[in-house]
DNA sequence: ATCCCGAGGG
DNA sequence: CCCTCTGGAT
């Protein structure tokens, strides 16, 4: 089984059972994409989904945002992972946008990774999911999926595993690409307990492949 | 005890 | 490279 081979597998086999991957952040415009964003970090998609509301109706743009305290903002988020580093991030991140970027959410990654508490996981999100960009976010999920089918082989960051993934896949299926893998590790490939039984890539998996020897 | 769409700083 | 931040779910 060449490498080749299981890109090549991987590709047909969510373009015909999810071809519409997409993110589970809730959002209705970049601004409100980039704080859930950065909130998710360390955090489930579905408890961020639970607190932007409130956030986005005190907050409802960056301008606002930018004014806030940050005890308020900390009150809103602070059932998220670190509510500390995230309310001043997040500020910071509004802020950036108003006065280096005119209030609108740049596309190239580098300069989104100027923006206070956007890294590089969280710009290629952004330039990806608004800007449909051939940018590979590397997250925990797809880190962990690509390295145990084998789409990655001994990628020991998440940057050596955006290199090689962006490397093998097509352009314009990376923005997809990059929410195939994401949530086939949410819901089959569980960081803890895989269900394998239901995994339709079995046949390509490295992983697999080695539990069936033991 | 381990994991969740990490980032910043030393 | 390492460490810290740090709440909720399983």
Redesign the pocket.
């Known amino acids: 089984m060449t490498k080749k081979e299981r890109y090549d597998f991987l590709i047909g086999y969510f373009l015909e059972h999810r071809p519409k991957a997409?993110?589970?952040?809730v959002y209705t415009d970049p601004y409100e994409l980039a704080v859930a964003?950065?909130l998710?970090?360390?955090?489930?998609?579905?408890?961020?989904n639970?607190i932007t509301p409130a956030f986005f109706r005190k907050f409802p743009d960056a301008d606002s945002l930018s004014h806030a305290p940050q005890e308020d903002v900390f009150e809103l988020i602070?059932?998220?992972?670190?509510?500390?580093?995230?309310a001043k991030?997040l500020i910071?991140?509004a802020k950036s946008l108003i006065k280096d970027f005119s209030g609108v959410l740049p596309s190239d990654v580098e300069e989104l990774?100027t923006?206070?508490?956007?890294?590089?996981?969280?710009?290629?999100?952004l330039a990806s999911?608004i800007y449909k960009k051939p940018a590979m976010?590397v997250?925990?999920?797809?880190?962990?999926v690509s390295a145990r089918i084998g789409l990655t082989t001994g990628a020991?960051?998440?940057y050596q595993a955006e290199i090689q993934l962006v490397k093998h896949i097509p352009e314009q299926l990376i923005p997809l690409a990059?929410?195939w893998l994401?949530?086939h590790?949410?819901y089959v490939c569980?960081?803890?307990?895989p269900k394998c039984p239901e995994c339709g890539l079995t046949s390509v998996c490295k992983y697999y492949q080695l539990l069936r020897k033991e």
């Open positions: 997409e993110t589970e952040l964003t950065i998710s970090a360390q955090c489930t998609d579905k408890r961020v639970l602070k059932s998220c992972s670190y509510p500390n580093n995230k991030n910071g991140m990774m923006i206070p508490g956007v890294g590089r996981k969280t710009a290629n999100v999911v976010a997250d925990t999920h797809v880190f962990r020991k960051t998440p990059h929410h994401i949530l590790g949410r569980i960081a803890r307990k």
